[in-house]
C-alpha cells in the first residue's frame, strides 16, 4: 500500500507521473503501470568489523541471500 494518503491520491487522480518501488499490485489498483529501467544505486554496507561477520560462513551466507541476478533483471518482480 502507498504509505502518504496523499501520494495516492495523486495517482487514483492522475496527477503523479512517476513512481518507484510499487508493487504488482499497487500497479493493479492504480490501472497498471509503465515500467522503464533506471540509472540508481542500492548501496548496503554492514558493519564487517563486528563479531557477527568474523565467521567467514556467516559472511558467505548473507552474500549467498542477496538476489543479484533480482536486482539487475531488467524487468523486475515489483
Not at 2 to 12: I, M, T
Not at 44 to 64: K, Q, W, Y
Request: glycine share 8%.
Amino acid at each position: 500500500m502507498l504509505k502518504s494518503r496523499f501520494v495516492r491520491r495523486g495517482f487514483a487522480a492522475g496527477e503523479a507521473n512517476i513512481g518507484v518501488w510499487l508493487s504488482s499490485e499497487q500497479c493493479a489498483d492504480l490501472g497498471g503501470c509503465v515500467v522503464a529501467p533506471s540509472v540508481e544505486t542500492i548501496f548496503i554496507r554492514p558493519d564487517t568489523h563486528g563479531p557477527m561477520f568474523s565467521d567467514i560462513r556467516v559472511r558467505e551466507a548473507f552474500h549467498l541471500a542477496i538476489d543479484t541476478e533480482g536486482i539487475v533483471d531488467p524487468n523486475p518482480c515489483w
